[in-house]
């Protein structure tokens, strides 16, 4: 949102959930945009119901655009995010799958359900949450028609929506791909970012990493068809979150060594 303001020249506002990593804020601001957190929103769904509120009614007020990551309010713009279903589907073609999904609000695994259901493919769509931010998850796999409104305690960045903005949507269009619900730990999330770098050195955010513990659940439960391809939405770079580098590398500085000799010592005694 703040690259594309900048590119167009159009001033960027953003209103933060209270809990956002400042690694994440910082990149915004780098694009000249102007943020301020607000107390207690991503938290608790009453809070988010007024910002939400107040947002459409302040842009309508100013005669300017307001987006949110979610079909309910941003139809449009989320329209385009249903092409990461379109190219799964594509890249299988009459093939089996699954494709594990982390949400919060929801918006990104509504779209790429829908995308896969639109080009009727032989795939199937789960929704993976945070045990702190329990929406939808839950409800999908109780069988449930609605999600569920949560004060989040998840210390997973990005998935700290407690509302219920896209939970039903999710609820209807998951249930009818076959999907169901998996809920992970944060502990597993951060676990598995640490995984997913050193083996396969791929560099996430911790939300990301949230659709990697849900295989696992999967695997555990023995709800993961060998006959599947299996995918994990991995969307955003672990830069956005500066708190679970350090967790994963920890705080220790990088030592200075005198020579080259004493570099190539090191190597050669971790040979």
Known sequence: MAAYCARAGIACHLAIVEGAPEGKLRQMRAYGAQLQRVADFGKMPA????????????????????????????????????????????????????????????????????????SAANGRVHCVQPTGNDTIASALR??????????????????????????????????????????????????????????????????????????????AAGEVDAAEHVVCLITGVGFKDETSVIKMAGETPTPLVPTFAEFAAAVRAHW
């Not at 988010?48 to 655009?65: S, Y």
């Not at 990551?69 to 299988?92: D, L, N, Q, R």
């Open 47 to 118: 809070v988010n119901a007024a910002v939400f509120t107040g947002l459409q009614d302040l842009a309508a007020e100013l005669n300017a655009g307001f987006e949110v990551s979610a079909f309910s309010i941003s139809p449009h713009g989320m329209a385009g995010v249903k092409t990461i279903g379109y190219e799964i589907a594509a890249a299988f073609g009459k093939e089996r799958f699954a494709v594990f999904s982390p949400a919060g609000g929801g918006g990104l695994t509504l779209a790429v359900a829908r995308g896969v259901a639109e």
């Open 142 to 219: 109780e069988g449930a028609r609605r999600a569920r409104p949560v004060d989040s305690t998840t210390a997973i960045s990005g998935l700290q929506v407690g509302s219920v903005l896209d939970g039903d949507q999710v609820i209807s269009a998951c249930r009818g791909l076959g999907g169901t619900g998996y809920v992970v730990s944060d502990e597993a999330a951060f676990a598995w970012q640490a995984r997913l770098a050193t083996d396969e050195g791929i560099f996430c955010e911790p939300a990301c990493a949230v659709s990697l513990a849900g295989v696992e659940a999967a695997v």
